[in-house]
């Protein structure tokens, strides 16, 4: 049973297949608003602009709307060289989307960070800091085609595991 345990989160963590991923919580029998068969329809193409290493890079979720680039720069450059810091911003409005992006020049640092960070505050906000999984998992896709990580079950999304939601044993789908 451990090694069947293994074996799945290490195909997890380097795949994405919403398939053999399957629910949160082991307890859905079917999709919730036909979220899977939206995921595996959807096409999806990475930003081929965003720059760096991903195996370097930590994705920051959960800040203030009032957090600015310039504080999370300056939180997440006490644990060592930040090479480029990315607070994502709404194209028409400009508001902060409330996520960032932190390159470091290390692995050594970015652990640090994911075990010290994690469901720290920032401006009166608990944050989620986390591995970046676009450009480090095959077929990854964003929570508005269906994927991504988190969600509720409400929300019709599919839900995959998370640090905040450990990952569970797939439920099997047949497709026909």
């Known amino acids: 049973m451990i090694r069947e345990e293994c074996d799945f989160h290490k195909y997890v963590t380097t795949t994405y297949d919403p398939i053999k991923i399957g629910s949160i919580d082991g307890t859905d029998t079917e ?15 990475p930003n081929k602009q ?19 680039q310039d504080t999370v720069l300056t939180e997440f ?21 409330q996520y960032a ?3 470091y020049e290390s692995i050594s640092t970015l652990d640090r960070v994911l ?3 994690h469901k720290e505050y920032i401006d009166g906000s608990e ?6 999984a676009e450009r480090r998992l095959k077929g990854w896709r ?13 929300s019709g999304q599919l839900r995959f595991g998370c640090r905040d939601r450990p990952f569970r044993k797939p439920i099997l789908i047949n497709q026909k």
């Open 115 to 117: 075990r010290e960070m």
């Open 31 to 45: 999709p919730h608003d036909r979220a899977i068969l939206r995921a595996l329809q959807s096409e999806y193409v």
């Open 77 to 97: 450059s006490k644990f060592g060289k930040v090479i480029n810091c990315r607070l994502v911003r709404d194209i028409v409005t400009g508001k902060s989307k």
């Open 101 to 103: 992006f932190v390159e």
């Open 127 to 132: 944050i989620i800091v986390e591995r970046e």
């Open 50 to 68: 965003v720059k760096g290493d991903p195996d370097h890079t930590i994705f920051i979720a959960r800040l203030n709307p009032r957090t600015t």
């Open 142 to 154: 964003p929570r508005r085609l269906g994927g991504g990580f988190g969600g509720r079950k409400e």
